[in-house]
């Protein structure tokens, strides 16, 4: 049994092959790889590609998708540890997971941080506690990290480039008026470093690095591709040349849990907006976002509007990742 909840525990090759049985379900996608197996799906957060994502791709395996989402349709959740469960909790998630692992086939995931202790949230305790006591594979559909969008991401510019070892791949920050998670930019550093990219990650000062863990395996993982990993406070040096470039808001962890002080703090730099002239920079790169994106906010309407975006592209590629990596991993 092979958990899917960071990219990685997984090798460029495995990672590689999942892609490449993509594009066959993308040219064939009526297939009944999921025949009788089911998915239970834990939605603790908004979604929008994912739960279609997901629902719509495992109907076209013939599967079935069970969507819950614990508090509204499903009881609350306890996650801690030797607790006396007198507070909103209904049940543990030891119970919830023998359970869900009885009914179904596989256990997918999205949790995202708290946002009020750093240290507590890197844990990543709601989905590592259901893969502790899972019998079944569990999914990561957003957490701390979104590797289901690292798939679709490495996908999309497979279609575009081709090979991808040794392209410039630029991480930028991008202003929101509000701290969001980390997810996908820690999963973008990742994947781009897994597949032989020079890294950049550009941000307005040391306060908006991602955690250590993930600009340590960033520099290890481009070290073993033979490429390079670097950080960036220089927007103009950081775009130039750049073949790709994909953008993302968070939240600086050195003010994490003070809104307050990440708002004040993000409101300094509005100028990090992907605009045309930052564009205009670059190698002719491609540009992506993970979505939902604020126009005029994180990337204009012309960067949007370009031919070059392929942002819409890749949401549309998520279907065709995961398929393929839920009928790897059943």
């Not at 040794?166 to 781009?192: C, D, M, Q, R």
């Not at 790169?285 to 509007?305: E, I, Q, W, Y």
Request: net charge negative.
């Amino acid at each position: 049994m092979k958990n899917f909840i960071t990219t990685q525990n997984w090798s460029r090759s495995e990672l590689q092959d999942i892609v490449d049985f993509a594009i066959e379900l993308k040219n064939n996608p009526y297939q009944p790889l999921l025949k009788n197996k089911s998915i239970a799906m834990l939605f603790f957060n908004p979604s929008l590609r994912t739960k279609t994502s997901f629902e719509v791709g495992i109907s076209e395996l013939s599967g079935t998708a069970v969507v819950l989402q614990p508090g509204k349709d499903a009881w609350p959740i306890e996650f801690q540890e030797n607790i006396v469960m007198d507070g909103d909790a209904e049940e543990h998630v030891k119970e919830v997971a023998q359970v869900l692992s009885s009914y179904c086939d596989c256990i997918a995931i999205r949790a995202f941080p708290h946002f009020k202790d750093w240290d507590h949230d890197r844990t990543d305790s709601v989905i590592n506690s259901f893969a502790k006591y899972s019998s079944v594979p569990v999914v990561n559909m957003e957490t701390i990290e979104h590797p289901c969008q690292e798939l679709a991401h490495i996908l999309t510019l497979q279609e575009h480039f081709g090979d991808l070892q040794g392209k410039e791949y630029l991480l930028t920050w991008t202003y929101h008026p509000k701290p969001l998670n980390t997810a996908v930019a820690n999963s973008s550093l990742l994947i781009a470093s897994k597949f032989g990219m020079n890294v950049k990650l550009l941000c307005p000062s040391e306060d908006y690095h991602l955690d250590d863990r993930y600009l340590k395996a960033a520099k290890e993982n481009c070290a073993s591709e033979g490429a390079s990993f670097d950080i960036s406070y220089d927007i103009d040096s950081a775009y130039s040349n750049a073949d790709i470039v994909y953008a993302k808001s968070w939240g600086c962890l050195s003010h994490y849990g003070k809104i307050d002080e990440q708002i004040a703090n993000n409101n300094q730099f509005k100028h990090f907006i992907v605009d045309e002239s930052k564009m205009a920079l670059t190698n002719k790169a491609v540009f992506s976002h993970c979505l939902p994106l604020r126009r005029n906010v994180k990337a204009t309407d012309g960067v949007m509007n370009a031919d070059y975006c392929i942002a819409v592209k890749e949401a549309g590629n998520r279907k065709h990742v995961q398929k393929s990596m839920l009928s790897k991993i059943l």
